[in-house]
């Protein structure tokens, strides 16, 4: 079981690497896009001219960013999604707190810092850039709605997200999906509001030619890079899930835990207010409407966040089948 | 130059599975600390929840005799073995005494009584996976000290084998206590 985190983790470390360093490098080619297209850095007789300004801002911006979103990327997705630290000032939210220490110590993991999101809709995610700077955050209708075995169930899923390094991935990701959005927003105002007039021009048709081409690419580069980073976090996500799911039940050793808080979650129609597309990708469920359904096949797969509820349920009850074979030893889980 | 690289090759490696066992000695001695943290606590909540039910639970009498004189045959046990039996009869008095539990309603009314429930539950929980964690980490230990290669580094090192925690009363379908259980590394 330990080994099989480590090797996750490995995966996990070098995948976030890899999407940083293609995430940087994108903004770079962009900048120099723009360079070109504003002539501060062009090709005049086949030799460049010049100093490439806003391809040197723009890989700056975007290493910034990355470390930025690296030490505090938690921070931000929390104070996104409006959550608050939770306290046991409450029966039931002591009785979270509990069963995240619980989950910590089956995961073998320090305890991550607990958060609460008042929202009604039962929904939960986990964040951080390693287990040591973890934090795992509930809605209010979770801890409404959802008795002890079913929060163990949804809080082991969250715990191994945290074991195997998921949620470094997946916060850099949140980060970044923002990041290019944002960028491309940029690049479509700057285009089209004073950066075709260009401050030098170039006699040279050739070089003409190819600026207007170079210019012609940074505009298609910055009208894909949005979809493709949220076609990129959607996939990165969808792989996770099942596998979250399938540890979480290693986790409480009870298949029956996550399986009714699926069940649960699956009947129920609110949609989480804060929820936003930045964030979707963190949550255990998708929190947004109409997005959780079931539909499936290929492009059904290809524009969600989350695995179908139906095809995970399914999957958990094939567990619990060869479980209740073989009778798991399950723990203490008195229903409150 | 090819000797001295094999050389360094195997120094090298020597370290690694040195430090590798000496890991995996300290999070068995990690593991032990969380299941021991556990225990304590069960032993500090025992006498304020027995306070709490009786007034309510006048026919368990037995049940609440049963798990408080296990604590203190815990509390006193001159040497680990009869330590853990008495652990594995309160564990199983406790499971009996939280189902029990659920047959009286006025225990649900008492918001003190329902603070401690849970606090006995997640006792019970964290013990039941830190004796799991424990024996994860035996198991890798144990795997280490026994399997070729790295057995060399363990015998020449002073690698023992850990035990593990056995004894899972609520995993049986009749509470009972295992007697033939070996003692878990203090």
Redesign the interface.
């Given at each position: 079981?330990?080994?099989n985190f480590r090797a996750l983790e490995a995966t996990n470390r070098r995948e976030t690497a890899l999407l940083v360093a293609a995430f940087v490098l994108l903004f770079g080619a962009l900048g120099l896009g723009l360079d070109f297209a504003a002539r501060d850095f062009s090709l005049v007789n086949g030799q460049l001219v010049g100093f490439p300004v806003l391809m040197v801002a723009a890989l700056l911006f975007a290493g910034v960013q990355s470390l930025v979103s690296y030490y505090s990327g938690a921070s931000l997705v929390l104070l996104s999604v409006h959550a608050r630290p939770l306290t046991a000032d409450t029966?039931k939210h002591?009785?979270v707190l509990?069963?995240i220490?619980?989950?910590a110590?089956?995961a073998?993991m320090p305890p991550p810092k607990p958060y609460l999101i008042d929202d009604p809709s039962p929904n939960a995610f986990a964040t951080g850039r390693d287990p040591a700077h973890s934090v795992i955050c509930v809605t209010q209708g979770l801890v409404d709605q959802m008795d002890?075995e079913e929060i163990q169930g949804v809080i082991g899923h969250e715990m191994s997200h945290v074991a195997d390094y998921d949620i470094r991935t997946m916060m850099m990701i949140a980060v970044m999906v923002g990041g290019i959005a944002m960028l491309s927003d940029f690049v479509y105002r700057w285009m089209f509001f004073g950066g075709f007039g260009g401050r030098r021009s170039s006699n040279n048709d050739r070089d003409n030619q190819s600026a207007m081409l170079i210019t012609l690419a940074v505009i298609i580069l910055a009208a894909v890079a949005p979809l493709f980073s949220q076609l990129l976090a959607m996939a990165v996500s969808r792989q996770r899930e099942y596998l979250a799911d399938a540890s979480s039940v290693e986790?409480t050793?009870n298949p029956r835990a996550l399986l009714r808080a699926l069940e649960h979650i699956a009947k129920i129609e609110s949609p989480l207010k804060q929820g936003t597309a930045g964030t979707a990708h963190l949550f255990i469920v998708n929190p947004r409407e109409g997005l959780r359904d079931d539909n499936d096949g290929f492009f059904a797969n290809l524009l969600s966040t989350h695995p179908p509820l139906s095809k995970r349920i399914a999957r958990l009850q094939a567990l619990l089948g060869t479980a209740s074979a073989t009778t798991i030893?399950s723990?203490?889980?008195?229903d409150? | 130059m090819v000797i001295l690289i094999i050389l360094v090759a195997i120094v090298a490696w020597v370290v690694f599975a040195y430090n590798r066992l000496v890991s995996l000695r300290n999070q068995v001695d990690n593991a032990w600390r969380q299941i021991d943290v556990q225990l304590k606590r069960r032993h500090d909540l025992i006498p304020n929840l027995v306070e709490a039910v009786k007034g309510y639970m006048q026919f368990e009498r037995d049940t609440l005799t049963q798990v408080v004189e296990a604590r203190a045959k815990a509390v006193s046990a001159p040497d680990q073995a009869s330590r853990m039996a008495a652990e594995n009869q309160i564990t199983a008095g406790l499971g009996k005494l939280l189902a029990v539990m659920e047959n009286y309603p006025q225990l649900k009314a008492d918001e003190n009584v329902l603070k401690l429930q849970e606090e006995l539950t997640t006792t019970e929980n964290q013990l039941a996976f830190a004796r799991q964690a424990y024996n994860d980490v035996v198991l890798e230990l144990n795997t280490r000290i026994q399997t070729f290669p790295s057995n060399i580094i363990a015998n020449n090192f002073g690698f023992h084998p850990a035990d593990y925690f056995k004894g899972a009363p609520e995993e049986q379908a009749v509470p009972k206590v295992d007697l033939s259980m070996t003692t878990p590394r203090a």
């Open positions: 079981m330990a080994s029966a002591a009785m509990d069963v220490n619980e989950m110590i089956a073998r002890r986790f050793r030893g723990a203490v889980a008195a409150s | -």
